[in-house]
C-alpha cells in the first residue's frame, strides 16, 4: 500500500486522497469510467484532476465519467451527453442546467437564498381559530 499511495494516507484530507488514488491509477492508453469522481473533491482538486485528465489524454487514455460538475463538463473538445430524455442526446456545455444554475447562482446569490430561504408566515398568526 505504501509504494502504491504513499506512506501516511491518514495525513491527507479525504479529497487529497482521492487525488492521489485517481494518480496512482491513471496510466497512458488506459481505459476509465469514473462516477461522479468531483464528490469528495473540493473545486481546487476538481482543477486538479482536470490537470490529471488532461495529461492522460494526450497519452491516449480514454474517459467515461458520469458527473454534474460543471468544471468536469468543461473539459476541452468532450462529448456530452445527457440522459434526462429518451433517447439520450449530445448537448452543448452551454444549454446543461448544471452549468446555467451554478452560473446564476454564482453572479447573484442573494436572489436565489432569499427565494429558498424565505419562510412563510407561521401557521400560528395566520390563522387564528375561534373557540368552537
Partial sequence: ???RYGVDLDANSHGQSFLKLFQ???VPGGLYLL????APLSPQSQLALLAMIGDMVSQ?????IATHSPMLLAFPAAQIYSFDKTPLAAVAYEDLDH???TRDFLNAPGRYLKQILE???PLSTKWR???G
Fill in 60 to 64: 491516449d487514455a480514454q474517459f467515461i
Fill in 119 to 121: 419562510k412563510e408566515e
Fill in 1 to 3: 500500500m505504501e509504494r
Fill in 129 to 131: 381559530g375561534g373557540g
Fill in 35 to 38: 462516477d461522479e469522481p468531483e
Fill in 99 to 101: 452549468v446555467r444554475i
Fill in 24 to 26: 496512482s491509477r491513471f
